[in-house]
């Protein structure tokens, strides 16, 4: 079994003869986060607008539309904070590329944003009324799509797979595309072989770090991840839950891959604008993409395995919030904080970017899943002590939810 496996993971070399270019990638993530598209909130004009762009890149392309109408499928959802408000219709963008072979990829990420703040997932201390451009949530990640739409498209010899690509609408309101599409596919999804999710993966910091989860939904992804090469580290979680649109497809076992280049301080706020995106970083991105497309050229359709759940998948269930911006690539103990929201508890109580927070009231944190873990215990206007670690020193901050 492992000489097999090992077998399947020898690349194909020689066939892939396009690259990835990062002037398009900043093209697409310009237009797409552009003002005029004003936030690309679910079933907006700026989602229409949006959904333009995206169809007419893949009918550039010469992709197959996959759809119910064309390259769109219409979805119904619910705005508001836990799906309470207005009902609405969106839309996700569906392409396909035949290479008449026996299994599918499956390649997506979603398009929505924040819109103008309405919604109440804004981060920003006075969001009504401002254009939130979203270009690393998630204008990155359809960019990513998209090239690699080209890239996949046009290699002169086919790929042992056909190719899915998928933007999806309603991410931020609950992940209400991906889901119908699950529940509505427009392929037969008993041969598909894996989903490739990419929710920002536009801000790759300098260590070069990229966060990779889902990899215990196959044998396969521990190992090959060890072996491929790559200038980038790769921090991989198990988990195939988790708050982004491949947790639709593993629900349905389906083994997924979800990438992610990390938090920062302009998650969420109208200051996520496109000329702050490492447009390097994500080209390096979407090579190890490949890289991991590659390596599996010749292997079967994947094995589904299931994992474990963790704590931050309930992340709306939350009486209380810190206001703080965790880091999903640290491998410090504690929570390191990537940012502060302002006018939040943890900028009122003093804590800054950089911090590491070690305990919150009598619960100890040694990673992420603490955290939230400790997030459920208490209620708004309990005051707590929280401790962080501030370069060598360790101090005590009173935190009022």
């Known amino acids: 079994m492992r000489l097999l496996l090992i077998a399947l993971l020898i690349p194909v070399a020689g066939i892939?003869?396009?690259?990835?270019?990062?002037?398009?990638?900043?093209?697409?993530?310009?237009?797409?986060?552009?003002?005029?598209?004003?936030?690309?909130?679910?079933?907006?004009?700026?989602?229409?607008?949006?959904?333009?762009?995206?169809?007419?890149?893949?009918?550039?392309?010469?992709?197959?539309?996959?759809?119910?109408?064309?390259?769109?499928?219409?979805?119904?959802?619910?705005?508001?904070?836990?799906?309470?408000?207005?009902?609405?219709?969106?839309?996700?963008?569906?392409?396909?590329?035949?290479?008449?072979?026996?299994?599918?990829?499956?390649?997506?990420?979603?398009?929505?944003?924040?819109?103008?703040?309405?919604?109440?997932?804004?981060?920003?201390?006075?969001?009504?009324?401002?254009?939130?451009?979203?270009a690393d949530d998630n204008a990155s990640g359809v960019a990513g799509v998209l090239e690699l739409a080209r890239y996949f498209s046009q290699n002169k010899v086919k790929e042992k797979s056909n190719f899915l690509f998928i933007c999806f609408s309603g991410e931020e309101l609950g992940l209400y595309g991906s889901k119908y599409f699950t529940e509505h596919p427009t392929i037969d999804m008993s041969k598909v072989s894996y989903m490739i999710n990419m929710d920002m993966i536009g801000r790759l910091p300098d260590n070069k770090v990229i966060s990779i989860s889902g990899t215990g939904t196959s044998p396969v992804w521990e190992p090959l991840l060890k072996n491929v090469s790559t200038p980038l580290t790769i921090k991989t979680d198990s988990s195939g839950v988790g708050p982004s649109d491949h947790a639709s497809f593993y629900l349905k076992n389906i083994p997924v891959l979800h990438?992610?280049?990390?938090?920062?301080?302009?998650?969420?706020?109208?200051?996520?604008?496109?000329?702050?995106?490492?447009?390097?970083?994500?080209?390096?991105?979407?090579?190890?993409?490949?890289?991991?497309?590659?390596?599996?050229?010749?292997?079967?359709?994947?094995?589904?395995?299931?994992?474990?759940?963790?704590?931050?998948?309930?992340?709306?269930?939350?009486?209380?919030?810190?206001?703080?911006?965790?880091?999903?690539?640290?491998?410090k103990p504690g929570l390191l904080v990537d940012g502060v929201t302002e006018g939040r508890p943890a900028q009122q109580a003093g804590i800054q970017t950089g911090d590491v927070i070690t305990q919150i009231g009598d619960v100890e944190i040694k990673d992420i899943n603490d955290y939230m873990g400790a997030l459920g215990k208490f209620e708004k206007g309990q005051t707590i002590p929280v401790k962080v670690k501030r370069k060598e020193e360790v101090i005590t901050l009173n935190v009022t939810f």
């Open 259 to 331: 990438f992610f280049t990390g938090s920062h301080s302009d998650y969420h706020k109208p200051s996520d604008d496109s000329d702050k995106i490492n447009y390097a970083g994500e080209k390096e991105v979407l090579d190890l993409i490949i890289a991991v497309i590659e390596k599996l050229e010749n292997a079967p359709k994947l094995t589904f395995l299931t994992t474990k759940q963790k704590t931050m998948s309930a992340r709306t269930s939350f009486k209380v919030t810190l206001g703080v911006m965790p880091s999903y690539t640290s491998d």
């Open 16 to 134: 892939y003869a396009q690259k990835i270019e990062e002037k398009k990638i900043k093209t697409h993530v310009t237009v797409l986060a552009a003002d005029d598209m004003e936030g690309r909130f679910s079933g907006s004009e700026g989602e229409r607008k949006a959904i333009a762009y995206i169809e007419k890149e893949f009918k550039a392309l010469k992709l197959t539309p996959k759809g119910e109408q064309n390259f769109q499928q219409a979805f119904p959802f619910k705005a508001g904070v836990h799906g309470t408000g207005d009902e609405g219709k969106a839309h996700n963008a569906i392409a396909y590329l035949d290479n008449n072979a026996d299994k599918t990829i499956i390649i997506g990420a979603h398009y929505d944003h924040l819109g103008f703040g309405e919604n109440g997932s804004s981060l920003d201390a006075n969001p009504k009324g401002k254009i939130h451009n979203g």
